[in-house]
C-alpha cells in the first residue's frame, strides 16, 4: 500500500522540518518526503489541507486496563482511543492490572495490542520481582520479551542497597530505569499536596519532601551507579530543579511531566472533585509554573498522559477513597498545542514533547521506530486540524473510562487520522 | 469547578449543612438565633414543636459516636420528626454505587434528611451532590474535614456567655491536624471575626499551612493561654502515641495538658470548652474539666439547640414554587 498525504504543513521537530510539503509512504515506511520518489505511484491520496501532519504520538505512560481489570477498559478499547488521539506508542507501566514482572505478561500485552492493531504497545518489564521492593526481576529475560526499560511503577523501592543493585544490574543489561520519585514513609495515606488545600478539606497531605527526598536519593544512585535513568510524573518545581542541576552536571537523566498537571493545581480540587485525584497529586501554582518553565527550558523532555481509565465506581467515593488518576489519552494531543497556542513554547517545540523527545528516552528514535518522520523511518503519522475547537464530552470519548476533569472544556486541533506502520487506524468524519 | 454552593439552594438559603466554610457572618447569627429560641422547648413541659411534623431522618452514621447521634435524635423529635438510626458496619468499605444504592433507597422510602457521619473526608460532599432535590444532607463530622453543627454550638455557647465576639481571643489547644471540630470552629471564628484566634500544639499536631486558615500558631502553652477570653481543648486520641506524633501521655499532659494553674495566664473569667468526649488527665485535668471556669456540658444542652435550628432551617425551608412541593 503506498500513501501520499498532500498539501499539509509537515511538522518534523526530530529533522527540523516545519514547511508545507507531501509526505509518500511506501508499505510499512516513509518513502519521501517533498517530491516523490521516482517511480512512486500512490494507492490513496489524503488530503491534508489546511491541517498538520507529524509524527505518530509516543505517550510514555499509559495504563490499559487489561487484563483482570474492573474499569471495562481493554487493550483494544484504549489503544482504539490512542489512535483517535494520534497517539501510535504508548508505554506500559509494570504495575496497572497485570503485573509485568514475567515474559509471559509481556508477551500476552504485546499480542493483545497486536491483534487490535490500532497502537502500539511497549512495556515496562518490572525492576523488582512482583515489585516487591526486596528481589531483582529477571530483567534480562524481559528485556529479550521486548520490554523498553525497567520499573518499579508506583512502588517504592524502600531498600536503598536494592534500589542500587537494580540500577546497576539494569545498566549492565542496557536498560534504562523509569523512576516515580515518592519517599513512601512521607507519602503514606496521602491523597493530596500537603498544604492550603489539604489543610481546608482535612485530607492527609503528601508534602513536596516526598518527591525530592526520593529524587535525592535516586540522583546520588544514578551518578553512583552509571545507570541511565528517566525520571516519570514530576509534580514539584524543587524537584525539577534537582534533575536540572544533575543533568547540568553531566548526569544521563531525562524527566517527564503528566499533562494535566501543567494545567491544573490543588485549588482544582474545591470541595473535594475527585476527578482532581491523581498519583503524585496536583500541587500549588508555584509548581504548576517551574513545571512549565522546565518544558521551555528543556529540563522535562517529554509530556504523558499518565492515562488511568476507570468505571464510574472508582471517583464515587469519599476522595480518600477514590481511585487516583484520569483518562488521558484524548487529551494529551489538545493540551500539549495548548501551550504553543498559550505561547510557552512553538507548535514544533510542542509537538517534540509528545514525539521526537519521547523517542529519544525510549530509543527509538535512532533506531526509525517512532518519532520522526525521515525518509526509512516507520510511517507513524498524526494528522491533525489545529484550529478545530471542540469541547470534551463523555459520550463522546473513545476510552472506556471517562474520569477526566477537563469535561466540558474547549480544546483545540482535534486529530483527522493517525496511522500505524502505513495502516490508516483513525479517520475523523464529521 | 462547581462554582454554586453545594450546600446553598436557588434563593441563597441553607439546604445542606456540610461545613461552615462559605456561610456569610449573618447566616451563622441567623442558625445561633434560631438555636436560641429553641432553647427554651427543652425548658418546656411539652418539650415538642411540630415543625418537622412527617417529616423522616435518617441518621446514617459509618462511624461510631454517642453522643452526636443522640442529639442529633433528640433534636429531631423535639421538632416532631420521623427518626431511623442505620448503622453501618465501619469496617466494611462503603464506597460507589453500593453508598447511592443505599440512598436511593432511602430516597424511595420518603426519607427527607441524611444526618452524615464517616470517617472519610469529603463524604457528606459527595451524599449531598448525589441525593434527590428534596434531600437535605446534614454533616455530622466528615474524617478530618468539618463538624459544622459542633463548631455551632460551640459558638452558640460562648456568645451566651461573651455577647459580642470582635473584642475575643480564642485558643484552640491540642490535636489540630486530626480535628475536623478544630477546622469548622476556625471557620465560624474568623467569619464571626474574633480578635485573635490561637492554635497551640506541638509541630506534629498542627498542619502545614494552617496559618492560611486566619490562625496564630503556638508551640507553647503558657504563650497560647495568655489573655484568652476563650480555651477550647481538643480530644487526644490514644492512637497518636504511634506514628511519631507524640512521645508520650505523659509528656503531653505535661507540657500541653490544661490545669488550673496553666489556666491562670488566661483571662480571670475565660471559660474552657471540650466539644467530648474527655480524656480526664491527657488533654485537660478533672479539676478544670469540672470546674467553675468549664462550659463542657452547656456545651452539650445546646448541641441539640443548635441541631434543631439546622434541622429546621433546612428541611423546613418554605418551598421556592409548587414545582418544588410536587418534587417533595
Same mark, same amino acid.
Not at chain 1, 188 to 196: I, L, N, Q, R, Y
Not at chain 1, 381 to 409: I, K, Q
Not at chain 2, 217 to 243: N, P, S, T, W
Given at each position: ?9 509537515? =511538522?518534523?521537530?526530530?529533522n ?15 518513502? *519521501? ?24 504520538? =509516543? ?6 486496563? &487489561?487484563?483482570?481489570?474492573e ?6 478499547? &484504549? ?70 526499560g ?7 523501592? $524502600? ?14 543489561? *542496557? ?13 503514606a495515606? *496521602? ?16 508534602? $513536596? ?7 535525592a ?5 544514578? &551518578? ?27 548526569l ?7 499533562a ?5 493545581? $490543588? ?36 509530556i504523558?498522559s ?39 513554547l ?21 533506531r ?26 463523555? $459520550? ?10 477537563f469535561?466540558?472544556? &474547549? ?8 496511522l500505524?506502520? *502505513?495502516? =490508516? ?6 | 469547578?462547581?462554582?454554586?454552593? /453545594?450546600?446553598?439552594? !436557588? ?51 459509618? !462511624? ?9 435524635? /433528640? ?6 420528626? +420521623? ?70 454550638? +460551640? ?8 455577647? !459580642?465576639?470582635?473584642?475575643?481571643t ?54 497560647? /493561654?495568655?489573655?484568652? +477570653? ?42 474552657v ?39 429546621s ?16
Amino acid at each position: 500500500m503506498k500513501i501520499s498525504i498532500q498539501h499539509g504543513r509537515l =511538522i518534523d521537530p526530530a529533522n527540523g522540518i516545519d514547511t508545507h510539503a507531501d509526505l509518500h509512504i511506501a508499505d510499512e515506511r516513509i518513502a *519521501g518526503v517533498g517530491d516523490a520518489p521516482a517511480g512512486f505511484v500512490a494507492d490513496a491520496h489524503i488530503d491534508a489541507s489546511g491541517q498538520v501532519v507529524c509524527p505518530g504520538l =509516543i505517550d510514555l505512560r499509559a495504563r490499559l486496563g &487489561e487484563p483482570g481489570g474492573e474499569s471495562g477498559a481493554s487493550i483494544a478499547s &484504549e489503544t482504539a482511543a490512542a489512535a483517535s488521539a494520534g497517539i501510535t506508542t504508548l508505554v506500559c507501566p509494570p504495575d496497572g492490572e497485570a503485573l509485568i514482572d514475567n515474559p509471559a505478561v509481556a508477551d500476552l500485552i504485546r499480542h493483545r495490542a497486536k491483534l487490535a492493531g490500532h497502537a502500539r504497545v511497549l512495556s515496562l518489564g518490572a525492576l523488582t520481582q512482583g515489585l516487591d521492593g526486596h528481589q531483582l526481576a529477571e530483567m534480562g529475560a524481559l528485556k529479550e520479551a521486548g520490554c523498553i526499560g525497567v520499573s518499579n511503577g508506583l512502588r517504592a523501592v $524502600e531498600n536503598t542497597q536494592v534500589m542500587r543493585r537494580a540500577m546497576e544490574y539494569a545498566a549492565s543489561q *542496557g536498560l534504562t530505569v523509569f523512576l516515580h520519585a515518592e519517599d513512601p514513609w512521607l507519602a503514606a495515606g *496521602g491523597c493530596a499536596h500537603e498544604g492550603a488545600v489539604s489543610v481546608r478539606l482535612g485530607l492527609q497531605g503528601i508534602p $513536596e519532601a516526598a518527591e525530592t527526598i526520593a529524587v535525592a536519593r535516586d540522583l546520588q544512585l544514578i &551518578e553512583q551507579t552509571g545507570a541511565r535513568a528517566h525520571f516519570g510524573l514530576l509534580s514539584s518545581a524543587r524537584a525539577l530543579r534537582m534533575i536540572a542541576r544533575a543533568r547540568f552536571d553531566g548526569l544521563p537523566v531525562s524527566a517527564d511531566v503528566a499533562a494535566h498537571q501543567l494545567y491544573l493545581t $490543588e485549588m482544582d480540587i474545591g470541595y473535594f472533585d475527585t476527578q482532581c485525584h491523581v498519583r503524585p497529586p496536583l500541587r500549588t501554582q508555584a509548581d504548576r509554573d517551574g513545571l512549565r518553565q522546565g518544558l521551555h527550558e528543556g529540563t522535562l523532555g517529554a509530556i504523558c498522559s499518565d492515562h488511568r481509565p476507570h468505571g464510574a465506581d472508582a471517583k464515587l467515593a469519599p476522595f480518600p477513597a477514590s481511585e487516583p488518576g484520569i483518562s488521558a489519552l484524548e487529551t494529551l494531543l489538545p493540551l500539549t498545542l495548548r501551550l504553543a497556542d498559550e505561547g510557552l513554547l512553538s507548535l514544533s517545540q510542542a509537538l517534540a514533547c509528545v514525539t521526537q523527545r519521547p523517542a529519544e528516552i525510549l530509543g527509538l528514535l535512532a533506531r526509525g521506530e517512532g518519532g520522526s518522520l525521515a525518509v526509512g523511518a516507520r510511517a507513524d503519522v498524526c494528522l491533525f486540524d489545529p484550529e478545530t475547537y471542540w469541547e470534551l464530552r463523555a $459520550e463522546e470519548m473513545h476510552s472506556a473510562g471517562h474520569n477526566t476533569p477537563f469535561l466540558g472544556w &474547549e480544546l483545540k486541533g482535534r486529530v483527522t487520522a493517525c496511522l500505524l506502520a *502505513g495502516q =490508516i487506524t483513525h479517520h475523523y468524519c464529521d | 469547578m462547581r462554582r454554586r454552593s /453545594l450546600q446553598h439552594d !436557588e434563593q441563597g438559603r441553607l439546604r445542606h449543612l456540610l461545613t461552615i466554610e462559605g456561610l456569610k457572618r449573618a447566616q451563622i447569627v441567623d442558625i445561633l438565633d434560631t438555636a436560641e429560641s429553641f432553647i427554651s422547648v427543652g425548658e418546656q413541659k411539652v418539650r415538642k414543636v411540630p415543625l418537622l411534623r412527617g417529616k423522616t431522618v435518617v441518621n446514617l452514621f459509618f !462511624e461510631a459516636s454517642t453522643r452526636t447521634l443522640t442529639t442529633f435524635e /433528640l433534636a429531631a423529635k423535639r421538632l416532631s420528626a +420521623d427518626v431511623l438510626k442505620i448503622n453501618i458496619n465501619t469496617s466494611a468499605t462503603v464506597k460507589g454505587e453500593s453508598l447511592l444504592d443505599m440512598l436511593h433507597n432511602l430516597e424511595a422510602m420518603q426519607c427527607d434528611m441524611f444526618v452524615v457521619r464517616h470517617a472519610d473526608s469529603g463524604a457528606a460532599h459527595l451524599i449531598a451532590r448525589h441525593v434527590a432535590p428534596h434531600v437535605s444532607v446534614i454533616n455530622a463530622g466528615d474524617g478530618s474535614h468539618a463538624h459544622p453543627t459542633q463548631a455551632l454550638l +460551640d459558638m452558640l455557647t460562648i456568645r451566651r456567655r461573651k455577647g !459580642e465576639f470582635a473584642p475575643l481571643t480564642v485558643a484552640i489547644v491540642g490535636d489540630i491536624m486530626h480535628s475536623r471540630v478544630a477546622r469548622s470552629q476556625i471557620h465560624a471564628l474568623t467569619t464571626l471575626g474574633v480578635s485573635e484566634l490561637r492554635v497551640v500544639a506541638p509541630k506534629t499536631l498542627i498542619p502545614a499551612a494552617v496559618e492560611s486558615l486566619g490562625v496564630h500558631v503556638c508551640h507553647d502553652l503558657d504563650e497560647g /493561654l495568655r489573655d484568652a +477570653d476563650v480555651v477550647i481543648m481538643l480530644r487526644l486520641q490514644k492512637e497518636r502515641m504511634q506514628g511519631a506524633l507524640l512521645p508520650s501521655e505523659g509528656e503531653y499532659f505535661a507540657h500541653f495538658g490544661l490545669t488550673e494553674e496553666r489556666l491562670a495566664v488566661a483571662k480571670p473569667d475565660a471559660i474552657v470548652m471540650h466539644p467530648g468526649p474527655i480524656n480526664r488527665g491527657v488533654e485537660i485535668a478533672s479539676s478544670v474539666a469540672d470546674g467553675p471556669q468549664s462550659v463542657i456540658l452547656e456545651q452539650v444542652s445546646n448541641g441539640i439547640a443548635v441541631r434543631m435550628a439546622v434541622m429546621s432551617m433546612t428541611l423546613g425551608r418554605p418551598p421556592a414554587d409548587t414545582a418544588e412541593v410536587q418534587a417533595g
